[in-house]
């Protein structure tokens, strides 16, 4: 089993940053991103990553804000954000698949998830 741990989530202030983190038991998948859900909406992508080539995909709502990245040697996601907005609160998952996924960050799409972090922004 797939074992994925987020952690780097917290409390800021409107325009303000935080780095995500995603430690992985196994770096084998072809795709990997980041999703979030707020509270009484539907989880939505993020962002998402080709491991072996490092081309990312972004939703539209988060472009030119924030950054999928990807460490090999650590077996590690991460989501730089900046710029936060309250509308980015949100319970934020990482997830991970064995497949090329097509990069339209469907939730469905995803067979590993890990339990979450939660980030809070205020205005």
């Known amino acids: 089993q797939v074992q994925l741990v987020e952690s780097g989530g917290g409390s800021v202030q409107a325009g303000g940053s935080l780095n995500l983190s995603c430690a992985a038991s196994?770096?084998?998948?072809?795709?990997m991103g980041w999703f979030r859900q707020a509270p009484g909406q539907e989880r939505e992508g993020v962002a998402g990553i080709w491991t072996a080539s490092g081309e990312r995909f972004y939703a539209d709502s988060v472009k030119g804000r924030f950054t999928i990245s990807q460490d090999n040697a650590k077996n590690t996601l991460y989501l730089q954000m900046n710029g936060l907005k309250p509308e980015d609160t949100a319970m934020y998952y990482c997830a991970a698949d064995p497949r090329l996924l097509v990069p339209a960050l469907r939730t469905t799409d995803f067979r590993y998830w890990g339990q979450g972090t939660q980030v809070t922004v205020s205005s």
């Open positions: 196994r770096y084998t998948h072809n795709t």
